[in-house]
């Protein structure tokens, strides 16, 4: 399991009630399933993704989270979670604010575009970069928000939600000293842990 | 006629007959002393019975899902696209049983039958059977057949609230549900055609008010429009429009009503050829018993509460240009189903057939039924023998 995924893994309490928002081919949820116990369904619009849940037994509905999640009650979950997909949605204020209503928690991770190589890409070269994690051209890229660690916060701040907890690490996924220390600058992924 | 059965059907099947002599009480207050079903069935039960899958027919269907009766046969059953060895209800797993319903008229007990206590065809007198009385008989053909616990219960339409039912009713009985163009209850659209159709077969002055046969007769202007209204009902606009467009007989209008378009001549023919193989009082039966299904009626219309009793796990499917039974109509079961905490997954297939979308071999389709009836089928206790 990728290291970002091991360490929501800690965050999260057994035998919960948990919503993961595109939740790709369900490799965290089938995590949470075998060994948290939780009670979990995902969300996906990949006709791949959605057959290899079915396959491995996670139960996964094909929704498209753009057109709204009005069909979730309000704190209908414990946990919504969000990996890697929330720059890739409408409106993430908006989104934020709708899986905060449903859910008690969220967990959101994405990539951090402040990242100093990011940076020095588009300062030298003056084209947008694409990395391992933003492996797309500009022009066909299913990423259509670019954010920092630092932007997410000051939304955090704007909005009143509580960040619970943060976690920034590298390429590998590993963490490190001075990712912690300076996440905005040497995180490539971003990990908030967040409540009302 | 196929020349030579294909290397994935069933192949030639005959069906069975089971008689029961205990009596149904049925939801309609009356009760059947007798009656029998009459049943199809393709692959072998394993040694623990563990295999067996139920295939439930929508309102025109019938036992004969898979396979051919004879040589001479121009068509396949009706769910052959799904049904067969490497299918997506692989019979090489699964033990599959395919029955006509009670009412049904086609070798199970219904108005065309005989009552045993007039010696009499029943006829307009047959009672109004219902998705739960449906479901109770099938159960008995499961004791009969030594089933205690089907591996999964399919079903499209008017199929799918029969599975909907079983996970309610008989909670232990299944491990899974499939349910596919479906509904949790019939919206008022759907109940005012359904009146228009039986009323078009009542208005039929050869309808005898139900007792056509003692009269000597059949109310096929009646049945045929029925049928006319529900095959429109079943269809999309983009799919009668990509088959028919305004493709016309006559080089130019006739100004007259014969036939003048080719849709025109189409719905004909298909009422028409509904006539021979359906019966009228079976077609009455089968509407009222999709207008009078509403489990969550049970609890005061919480379907999540009505479905907090079930225990297998679900799969849903449905499609896009299907305007009968909306996706919407779909996602109401799955987010019931999501508020009482039981598994379930959603698929929405992007189909251009509409409501008929479910008897069609679209491959996103198979290939969500095979993944989902594979997981089922690898988790039996003992292969298959």
């Known amino acids: 399991m990728r290291s970002d995924l091991e360490m929501i893994d800690e965050w999260v309490q057994p035998n919960i009630r948990v919503l993961d928002l595109a939740c790709g081919p369900g490799e965290l949820l089938h995590h949470l399933i075998q060994n948290k116990q939780v009670n979990g369904y995902g969300l996906e619009i990949g006709h791949e993704?959605?057959?290899?849940?079915?396959?491995?037994?996670?139960?996964?509905?094909?929704?498209?989270?753009?057109?709204?999640?009005?069909?979730?009650?309000?704190?209908?979950?414990?946990?919504?979670?969000?990996?890697?997909?929330?720059?890739?949605?409408?409106r993430p204020d908006l989104l934020i604010d709708e899986m905060l209503r449903i859910g008690k928690e969220c967990i959101i991770t994405f990539p951090n575009f402040g990242h100093w190589r990011s940076r020095l890409h588009l300062a030298l070269k003056g084209r947008m970069p694409v990395s391992d994690f933003l492996p797309y051209n500009w022009y066909d890229t299913p990423n259509?928000?670019?954010?920092?660690?630092?932007?997410?916060?000051?939304?955090?701040?704007?909005?009143?939600?509580?960040?619970?907890?943060?976690?920034?690490?590298?390429?590998?996924?590993?963490?490190?000293?001075?990712?912690?220390?300076?996440?905005?600058?040497?995180?490539?992924?971003?990990?908030?842990?967040?409540?009302? | 006629m196929p020349d030579v059965i294909p290397a994935d059907s069933v192949g030639i099947v005959t069906p069975q007959i089971a008689q029961f002599d205990?009596?149904?009480?049925?939801?309609?207050?009356?009760?059947?002393?007798?009656?029998?079903?009459?049943?199809?069935?393709?692959?072998?039960?394993?040694?623990?019975?563990?295999?067996a899958v139920l295939?439930?027919?929508?309102?025109?269907?019938?036992?004969?899902?898979?396979?051919?009766?004879?040589?001479?046969?121009?068509?396949?059953?009706?769910?052959?696209?799904?049904?067969?060895?490497?299918?997506?209800?692989?019979?090489?797993?699964?033990?599959?049983?395919?029955?006509?319903?009670?009412?049904?008229?086609?070798?199970?007990?219904?108005?065309?039958?005989?009552?045993?206590?007039?010696?009499?065809?029943?006829e307009a007198s047959f009672p109004i059977v219902t998705v739960e009385d449906w479901v109770e008989s099938q159960a008995r053909l499961a004791d009969l057949l030594g089933i205690q616990t089907f591996a999964a219960i399919v079903g499209g339409s008017l199929g799918g609230m029969q599975v909907l039912e079983w996970s309610i009713r008989f909670p232990t009985r299944l491990k899974s549900a499939v349910i596919v163009?479906?509904?949790?209850?019939?919206?008022?659209?759907?109940?005012?055609?359904?009146?228009?159709?039986?009323?078009?077969?009542?208005?039929?002055?050869?309808?005898?008010?139900?007792?056509?046969?003692?009269?000597?007769?059949?109310?096929?202007?009646?049945?045929?429009?029925?049928?006319?209204?529900?095959?429109?009902?079943?269809?999309?606009?983009?799919?009668?429009?990509?088959?028919?467009?305004?493709?016309?007989?006559?080089?130019?209008?006739?100004?007259?009503?014969g036939i003048e378009f080719e849709v025109e001549s189409y719905l004909r023919y298909q009422g028409?050829?509904?006539t021979k193989r359906f019966d009228a009082n079976t077609y009455m039966l089968m509407t009222k018993a999709l207008d009078y299904f509403d489990?969550?009626?049970?609890?005061?219309?919480?379907?999540?509460?009505?479905?907090?009793?079930?225990?297998?796990?679900?799969?849903?499917?449905?499609?896009?240009?299907?305007?009968?039974?909306?996706?919407?109509?779909?996602?109401?079961?799955?987010?019931?189903l999501v508020k009482a905490g039981k598994p379930v997954s959603y698929a929405k297939i992007e189909a251009t057939e509409g409501h008929d979308a479910f008897l069609f071999p679209i491959p996103r389709y198979m290939a969500v039924l095979n993944t989902f009836?594979?997981?089922?089928?690898?988790?039996?206790?003992?292969?298959?023998?």
Request: some cysteine; proline content about 4%.
């Open chain 2, 55 to 122: 295939i439930c027919h929508a309102l025109s269907g019938d036992h004969h899902a898979a396979g051919y009766h004879a040589m001479s046969d121009s068509k396949p059953g009706w769910w052959d696209s799904a049904i067969g060895p490497g299918k997506a209800i692989d019979t090489n797993k699964f033990f599959v049983i395919s029955l006509n319903n009670l009412g049904g008229c086609c070798g199970s007990t219904g108005p065309t039958s005989i009552n045993p206590e007039t010696g009499q065809r029943w």
């Open chain 2, 22 to 51: 205990t009596p149904l009480a049925l939801s309609c207050g009356q009760s059947l002393s007798s009656y029998q079903l009459i049943y199809e069935t393709y692959g072998t039960l394993n040694q623990d019975a563990s295999n």
């Open chain 2, 181 to 257: 163009a479906s509904a949790p209850k019939l919206s008022t659209q759907n109940i005012a055609f359904n009146e228009v159709a039986r009323q078009s077969i009542r208005r039929d002055p050869d309808f005898f008010d139900g007792n056509y046969i003692e009269n000597n007769s059949v109310p096929t202007n009646g049945l045929g429009l029925a049928r006319m209204l529900g095959h429109i009902t079943y269809l999309s606009d983009d799919a009668m429009g990509a088959k028919f467009g305004r493709q016309r007989r006559h080089d130019s209008y006739q100004y007259n009503y």
């Open chain 1, 144 to 196: 259509i928000h670019f954010f920092t660690f630092q932007d997410f916060e000051r939304l955090c701040r704007e909005k009143n939600i509580k960040v619970l907890r943060w976690a920034a690490v590298d390429g590998q996924l590993k963490d490190h000293w001075w990712i912690r220390s300076m996440p905005n600058l040497f995180s490539e992924t971003a990990i908030f842990h967040i409540s009302r």
């Open chain 2, 373 to 385: 009836l594979t997981r089922v089928a690898n988790s039996l206790t003992t292969e298959v023998k």
């Open chain 1, 49 to 90: 993704d959605l057959n290899t849940c079915i396959e491995k037994g996670i139960p996964v509905l094909e929704q498209n989270i753009d057109e709204g999640l009005q069909n979730f009650g309000d704190q209908s979950f414990d946990l919504v979670l969000m990996t890697h997909a929330l720059q890739q949605f409408r």
């Open chain 2, 272 to 274: 028409e050829a509904f």
């Open chain 2, 295 to 336: 489990p969550a009626s049970q609890t005061n219309g919480d379907l999540s509460a009505v479905l907090s009793r079930a225990q297998c796990e679900f799969l849903l499917v449905s499609f896009t240009t299907d305007w009968r039974f909306a996706p919407e109509r779909s996602e109401e079961i799955v987010n019931a």
